[in-house]
């Protein structure tokens, strides 16, 4: 009999895992942070998915805006003293490097789509691309990133909630109010389905 009940347990948590394909743990999703995350790294964090798969998965921070310019933080990049926006913290991994996330309608060559008119893409073609045009561009210290199996227990503890991010909060004007904005879509718990 308790082999029945452990069967029908694990068919069940199973099947809740799959109901909702579309919040399948990919790029363009955002990890936002439930009241089970604490501490300075990560308490109350949106994180934009830049990268998933069986080997891990890697993410910016989007909604935690820094005191200094990158021009201050990267001092010997050209082309950063002419940057007026911030640096954002993007996570606790590899502190020292910097990324660029790029909102445009005719992206560099070599970006990287992640969601709607959302690039990543090389910090040069960023500054040209920002230089020439009507793009919008943020630049994030350091990542988030997860090991082969970690994102997916933390979301079993839940840790995190998924939802499908969007362009307008990414570069939302007021970042720090992001995790709030999105509490209401944390009621609704995404099932998730790991690859």
Not at 90 to 102: C, E, F, K, N, S
Not at 163 to 183: C, G, H, M, V
């Amino acid at each position: 009999m308790n082999k029945i009940l452990t069967f029908l347990a694990i068919a069940c948590c199973a099947f809740a895992a799959g109901v909702n394909a579309d919040e399948d743990l990919e790029m363009g999703k955002f990890l936002v942070a439930t009241d089970e995350v604490r501490g300075p790294s990560f308490a109350q964090t949106v994180i934009l998915l830049l990268h998933y798969d069986d080997q891990g998965a890697m993410g910016l921070i989007v909604n935690r805006r820094g005191d200094a310019s990158p021009a201050e933080a990267v001092p010997d990049l050209e082309g950063l003293a002419h940057y007026r926006g911030s640096l954002y913290y993007g996570g606790p991994v590899r502190l020292h490097t910097m990324r660029a996330l790029l909102r445009t309608d005719s992206p560099p060559e070599r970006a990287v789509n992640i969601v709607e008119n959302v690039y990543l893409t090389d910090i040069d073609e960023a500054l040209l691309q920002i230089a020439s045009g009507d793009s919008v561009l943020r630049f994030y210290a350091g990542y988030a990133g997860w090991t082969a199996g970690q994102l997916e227990h933390e979301l079993r503890r839940g840790s995190w909630h998924v939802i499908k991010a969007t362009e307008d909060q990414i570069f939302s004007d007021d970042p720090e109010r992001i995790w709030l904005n999105l509490q209401p879509a944390r009621e609704y718990r995404a099932s998730v389905q790991f690859h």
